[in-house]
């Protein structure tokens, strides 16, 4: 009897300290979308990455007319060709379609691609950085994707403590002030 009730007084101190590691367990989420895009390193890497796409546009449209100032050339001027100098000339016209092609559906997005993360990434780390440390800070044991969850409560969202850390503003371009409503005048 005094065993099973040593048993039951041990199986319940172990529930009751359960309880407490789970009570201190702390969950927040983030969405580090809106982190990203509010972080001014993010404007100046998109403009950049403006920049860059046209600039590999262009390059892809120089090859496109190279290819297309080629091939008029042999439409027009192949008749007056001996046999050799018109598998020469197809051969060169041959050379630029491939460039023109490979340059705009494999070399220029991987360039845009490679771009886009040397530019990104230091923002991204950045942001999962500030992120955790606040999380520590704050006593979140975990901070999960917001974009992954469906429901969630506004107090456990750390983004405002992220931002304020980062010292960011979280307002949507265009979007008025909150406003305090202000007592109605007295008549005279």
Do not use: H
């Not at 990455?49 to 297309?68: L, R, T, V």
């Not at 008749?79 to 092609?101: D, F, G, I, M, T």
């Not at 409560?153 to 405002?160: C, H, K």
């Amino acid at each position: 009897m005094q065993k099973r009730f040593s048993l039951v007084i041990v199986v319940m101190s172990l529930l009751l300290s359960a309880g407490k590691v789970n009570a201190q367990t702390k969950i927040g989420y983030i969405s580090l979308q809106e982190l990203i895009v509010a972080m001014p390193e993010f404007k100046k890497a998109q403009d950049d990455m403006g920049e860059y796409q046209k600039a590999i546009q262009q390059q892809a449209n120089e090859y496109q007319e190279a290819y297309e100032r080629l091939d008029s050339i042999f439409v027009a001027d192949s008749a007056k060709w001996s046999a050799a100098q018109k598998q020469v000339k197809r051969k060169q016209l041959n050379e630029a379609y491939l460039k023109a092609a490979n340059f705009s559906q494999q070399e220029g997005p991987k360039m845009i691609q490679e771009r886009e993360q040397t530019l990104l990434g230091p923002i991204q780390q950045k942001a999962v950085t500030t992120t955790q440390e606040v999380a520590k800070a704050n006593g979140f044991t975990y901070v999960l994707s917001k974009e992954q969850l469906i429901s969630f409560p506004d107090a456990d969202d750390i983004l405002p403590l992220v931002a304020k850390k980062l010292n960011i503003s979280l307002t949507k371009p265009g979007a008025a002030p909150a406003t305090t409503p202000t007592a109605p005048a007295k008549k005279p």
